[in-house]
C-alpha cells in the first residue's frame, strides 16, 4: 500500500480508502447494501490489515447508522483512533425540519457534534461538505467550517460534488481571509466516465488539492459482471440501484479492452479499473466499497497492477472525452505555448 498527501498537506493517506456506504441500510440506504456489525468488522478489519489507514463515511449513510458501525467497528477491533485518518460529511437531510439539511451554521454545529457522538471519537481528520448549497452563503460555510478547525474538533476540510467554479470561490475566499481552506475534493471519476478532466482536474492540479474517487467501479459496472450479453442479469447493485449515470455503449466499448488484458494479466476487470484511477496523476486516494471480504480483498489487488505505456494509451485512447468548448480552442490557441 502507498500513502500520498491529502492536497497541500502533510497528512499522508493511503492510495485506497474503506467506504462504508454498504453499512447498516436504514431508509434510503438499503438499496447499497444493508451490512450488520460483524460484516462491518470484518470488512474494516481486512481493509486496516491491508495497510488501509483511511476511512470515509457521511451522516447521511443509513440515517446515521455507517458512523456508528464505523466507530463501533474500531472499537470492537481495538484499533488505535490515531492510527486512522476517519472523513465524514455533512449537508444532507437528518430530521424533517425546515433547517434539517443544508450549510448553514446552524446545521454545521449541531451535525458535526452528532457524528463526533456516532463515531465515538474526540475529532474529525477531514470533515466534508457533501454538495453545495444554493441557500446559504458560502462565507457563512467556510467560516463556520473554521471555527470547528479553530476547535480541535476538526482537522481538515474537504468538498464534495463541487463545480469548479464553486470550489475555485471557495478556495479564493479562504485565502483571502486567511482561514481553513479545502484541502480536498471527493468526486466522481471513472474509466467510464471522465468528465471530471474537463475543468476540475486541471484546478485540483493547479491549486494542490487532493482528489478522493467515489464510485470508482461506475456503481458496479466495471465490477466485471456486465458485458455486452449478461449485462449484470445476476441482479448485481446496478440492477436495483442504476447510479451514476453511464454511457453504456461506451463503456461495454471500454469493457471489451479490458476483458482481455485482465485475462492476459491474471487479474480482474474491476481491478484494471481501479489501477487505472491509480496511474493518474490527480488521484490521492479510490474509495473502495464492498459487501464481502473477498470482494474488497480483490479491490485491494489493484495496488499491484502496472500497465506499460501502451497499455495505457490503449485505455486512454477508448475511454478519452470528446472535445468541447471551450476545451478544443484553448487547446489550439495555446500550441505556441507549450514547453
Not at 446552524?106 to 453545495?132: M, P, W
Not at 471519476?189 to 471522465?194: D, E, I, P, Q, S
Not at 480483490?298 to 505505456?309: E, Q
Amino acid at each position: 500500500m502507498k500513502y500520498n498527501l491529502l492536497g497541500n498537506t502533510g497528512l499522508k493517506v493511503s492510495e485506497l480508502c474503506l467506504g462504508t456506504m454498504t453499512f447498516g441500510g436504514r431508509g434510503y440506504w438499503t438499496a447499497i447494501g444493508t451490512l450488520e456489525q460483524q460484516p462491518v468488522d470484518d470488512l474494516v478489519k481486512t481493509a486496516v490489515d491491508a495497510g488501509i489507514n483511511f476511512i470515509d463515511t457521511a451522516n447521511i449513510y443509513s440515517e446515521g447508522l455507517s458512523e456508528e458501525m464505523t466507530g463501533k467497528a474500531i472499537r470492537n477491533l481495538g484499533i488505535s483512533r490515531d492510527d486512522l485518518v476517519l472523513a465524514t460529511k455533512v449537508r444532507g437531510r437528518m430530521n424533517a425540519g425546515p433547517n434539517g439539511s443544508g450549510l448553514t451554521r446552524k446545521h454545521i454545529l449541531h451535525e458535526v457534534e452528532a457524528s463526533l457522538k456516532r463515531l465515538n471519537t474526540d475529532y474529525i481528520d477531514l470533515y466534508q461538505i457533501h454538495g453545495f448549497d444554493a441557500l446559504t452563503p458560502l462565507e457563512e460555510t467556510i467560516e463556520t467550517l473554521d471555527i470547528l478547525v479553530k476547535s480541535g474538533k476538526v482537522r481538515y476540510i474537504g468538498c464534495s460534488n463541487l463545480m469548479a467554479w464553486q470550489l475555485m470561490k471557495a478556495l479564493g475566499y479562504s485565502t483571502h481571509n486567511r482561514i481553513a481552506k479545502f484541502v480536498s475534493l471527493q468526486a466522481y471519476y471513472t474509466v467510464a466516465g471522465r468528465d471530471l478532466e474537463r475543468e476540475m482536474v486541471p484546478l485540483l492540479l493547479d491549486q494542490q488539492v487532493g482528489l478522493m474517487v467515489w464510485s470508482p467501479l461506475a456503481g458496479g459496472f466495471l465490477s466485471g459482471k456486465y458485458t455486452r450479453s449478461t449485462q449484470g442479469e445476476d441482479g448485481s447493485r446496478r440492477i436495483n440501484f442504476d447510479f451514476p449515470p453511464v454511457d453504456k455503449e461506451k463503456a461495454y466499448d471500454i469493457i471489451d479492452v479490458l476483458q482481455p488484458m485482465a485475462t492476459d494479466k491474471g487479474v480482474s476487470v474491476a481491478q484494471l479499473s481501479l489501477a487505472w484511477l491509480l496511474h493518474q496523476p490527480v488521484v490521492t486516494s479510490v474509495i473502495v466499497g464492498a459487501k464481502r471480504v473477498d470482494q474488497l480483498q480483490d479491490n485491494i489487488k489493484a495496488v499491484d497492477v502496472t500497465f506499460t505505456a501502451e497499455e495505457l494509451a490503449t485505455i486512454n485512447e477508448i475511454s478519452k472525452l470528446m472535445p468541447e468548448y471551450p476545451g478544443w480552442m484553448l487547446a489550439r490557441m495555446g500550441e505556441d505555448r507549450k514547453k
